[in-house]
């Protein structure tokens, strides 16, 4: 099975983002939590740090947008180049024409939902989506707990997903270590978003090495 590990910069040093992308460059992806106050309690970053983190990073950004009127930003976010676009369920009106926008700039489309949002309806819609996210802590701020309460959803997510015989991703964000990544992993996760449990490291690269193997054991 391919396992992705996507470490989070919401817990990288801001002030020095280009060298903070260097340390995790034995990882997959590059998640990039862009926060509004408004979806979420918190503020990150917006449309110019994004611009720039994709001038220099040699990984491909997966941007999780945690912002109100994805409809309207989301397609914007993928204007930038960005790899892939995760927007919320809870802040769509069409998650579907959306995600449509999104592949046809070229970006892949990602859905998210929160722990209590349910996934079901969304099963429907696979082939609409790249990638599923199924958040594993309230969004907002990174250094959370797990939320072991989310698996049933998204083991019911992968079922779906290998019935369909798609390959939409499953990703897991929140409070992923190496003491809840091979939860995750069993429930059918295959990317799997880390911030502080990466960036936290003194050797990110020895963490990422063990998350992987984690993951795929
Ligand atoms: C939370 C963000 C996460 C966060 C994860 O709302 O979406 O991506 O950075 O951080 P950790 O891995 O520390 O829980
Ligand atoms: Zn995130």
Redesign the pocket.
């Known amino acids: 099975m391919a396992v992705r590990i996507d470490p989070?910069i919401?817990?990288a040093d801001f002030a020095n983002l280009e060298a903070e992308i260097a340390r995790v460059a034995t990882a997959d992806l590059i998640?990039v939590?862009v926060?509004d106050n408004h979806f979420?309690p918190?503020l990150t970053l917006g449309l110019p740090v994004v611009e720039s983190l994709q001038r220099v990073s040699p990984l491909p950004l997966d941007l999780?947008l945690?912002i109100s009127d994805a409809d309207r930003w989301a397609p914007v976010y993928a204007e930038t180049g960005a790899y892939s676009v995760t927007f919320h369920a809870e802040a769509a009106a069409d998650v579907v024409a959306t995600a449509r926008r999104l592949r046809q700039i070229g970006a892949r489309a990602g859905l998210a939902v929160k722990p209590d949002t349910d996934i079901a309806p969304y099963l429907e819609l696979l082939p609409e989506f790249d990638m599923l996210l199924i958040?594993t802590?309230?969004?907002?701020?990174?250094?959370?707990s797990?939320m072991q309460s989310t698996m049933p959803k998204l083991s019911r997510a992968s079922e779906a997903v290998a019935a369909s015989g798609l390959d939409v991703w499953l990703q897991v964000?929140?409070?992923?270590?190496e003491k809840t990544i091979e939860l995750a992993s069993a429930a059918g996760a295959n990317t799997f978003?880390?911030?502080?449990?990466?960036f936290g490291a003194e050797n990110a690269a020895e963490q990422i090495a063990l998350l992987r193997e984690l993951a795929r054991s």
């Open positions: 989070s919401l817990a998640h939590d926060m979420v918190n999780h945690m958040m802590v309230e969004p907002g701020f990174g250094g959370q797990f964000d929140g409070g992923i270590s978003v880390a911030g502080s449990s990466v």
